[in-house]
């Protein structure tokens, strides 16, 4: 089982910049999928960054490419933990949401079903 708690969230005006965090740990953290998810009320979570730790490929949904960037690295301070990012530039109006990190075993898919880790999420408001 894995555990996951991310931190960053707030307010911010259009155009400016947050950074996501999300502490990672749990006996099965290697050959995962870590992703973020982000949901407005009455929508659908969706899915908009990913990462796999081996080989560390990142993915990213339209919606964010180029604005957006995940990166994940060990934490050094723990013996099976990570240290999960994202950047957040560029912001819009439209990036508000609730934020949350997620883990899956394996291959790294966009649907949040399919994801069985959560965070408690953190909020980001764009004015």
């Known amino acids: 089982h894995v555990q996951l708690v991310e931190s960053g969230g707030g307010s911010v005006q259009a155009g400016g910049s947050l950074r996501l965090s999300c502490e990672v740990s749990g006996r099965s953290v290697n050959d995962n999928c870590f992703a973020w998810f982000r949901q407005v009320p009455g929508r659908e979570r969706e899915g908009i960054a990913s990462?796999?730790?081996?080989?560390?490929?990142?993915?990213?949904?339209?919606?964010v490419k180029g604005r957006f960037e995940l990166t994940i690295s060990r934490d050094s301070a723990k013996i099976a933990a990570y240290m999960m990012y994202l950047q957040m530039n560029s912001l819009k109006p439209e990036d508000s949401a609730m934020y949350y990190c997620?883990?899956?075993?394996?291959?790294?898919?966009?649907?949040?079903?399919?994801?069985?880790?959560w965070g408690q999420g953190t909020q980001v408001t764009v004015s």
């Open positions: 997620a883990a899956r075993p394996q291959s790294c898919t966009w649907s949040a079903g399919d994801f069985r880790s």
């Open positions: 990462v796999h730790t081996e080989p560390g490929t990142t993915y990213y949904a339209d919606s």
